[in-house]
């Protein structure tokens, strides 16, 4: 099996390295921290795990969908990468950001706030932060290279995919995926706010789920204890991160600085803890999975 060393890194990105298999990708998970599209110095330990095991766990159980483009987490995965690591295959990714909103929150709160819509898309009158939609919306966004994400409205996607059949298949299966990832996390006691998915098309024209799928770095996941709307949520992902990171006076500009001790461990933790609770599986016996060729 190759070393990583003796691949060839296409992509490097503030998460994750890409490298070029010829016909597949691998693609690796690492445990670097980001806030505010700055990396921090210091990982969070095991993210990089729990991220690809979660994307795993999902494009495992949605298949019936959509088809993804995982081929396998061990055969092709070098040793030091294992568990962070996904053999994949190569697709033409479509230029949009599939996101679907099943509650109103982040910057689709402050848009509803200052137009009574989010991405163009009507929404009823006294809505409260944090609140469930009456149904999923999809508010697709544009894939920036630099800074930020653009949100856009679907016609506008449309002529980005140049296809608005395809669009109109990219919207209807976020959704169906959107839906079918929510009520699996709602019977483990967590809310699916929102989430954001990538498609391309494979060597046959086919529309594929690529990238990731619904983990705590693309969507956000509450805690369904305690929820009420209203105000902002917890959430097991880098929020605590996030805060303290607000909270130190840091212009948030680069370079970022070390995150806390305590602050890493709880991080952690949340990440873990998401995971386990929407797979039904520990971590360990992950890493014991991914240490095996299948």
Request: aromatic letters at 8%.
């Amino acid at each position: 099996m190759a070393a990583i060393t003796d691949l060839n890194l296409i992509a490097s990105g503030k998460v994750r390295e890409i490298y070029d298999l010829g016909e597949e990708l691998l693609i690796v998970a690492s445990d670097r921290v980001s806030t505010f599209d700055a990396v921090h110095p210091n990982p969070i330990p095991d993210k990089g795990a729990v991220l690809t095991a979660i994307s795993t766990f999902w494009f495992e159980h949605t298949g019936h969908l959509i088809p993804n483009h995982l081929v396998s987490v061990t055969d092709g995965v070098p040793a030091e990468v294992r568990g962070r690591g996904m053999v994949v295959r190569k697709l033409e990714m479509l230029p949009v950001e599939a996101v679907v909103r099943g509650y109103i929150t982040g910057s689709g709160w402050g848009d509803y706030q200052r137009t009574g819509t989010i991405s163009g898309i009507p929404l009823p009158l006294g809505l409260r932060e944090s609140e469930r939609l009456p149904e999923p919306i999809f508010t697709p966004s544009t894939k920036a290279n630099l800074g930020h994400d653009e949100a856009i409205d679907f016609a506008t996607a449309a002529e980005l995919i140049g296809d608005r059949a395809l669009a109109e298949r990219v919207r209807d299966t976020a959704i169906a995926l959107y839906r079918h990832a929510a009520d699996h996390c709602h019977a483990r006691g967590i809310i699916l706010a929102d989430t954001k998915f990538e498609f391309g098309l494979d060597s046959h024209g086919r529309l594929t789920l690529g990238d990731e799928a619904c983990t705590p770095d693309s969507s956000r996941f509450w805690p369904a204890q305690g929820y009420e709307a209203g105000h902002a949520q917890p959430s097991f992902d880098k929020q605590i991160a996030r805060d303290w990171a607000s909270s130190t006076g840091w212009d948030k500009l680069p370079p970022a600085p070390e995150i806390p001790t305590d602050i890493v461990t709880r991080t952690r933790e949340r990440y873990i803890e998401a995971y386990e609770r929407i797979t039904d599986s520990s971590l360990s016996a992950w890493f014991a999975r991914t240490a095996t060729d299948r």
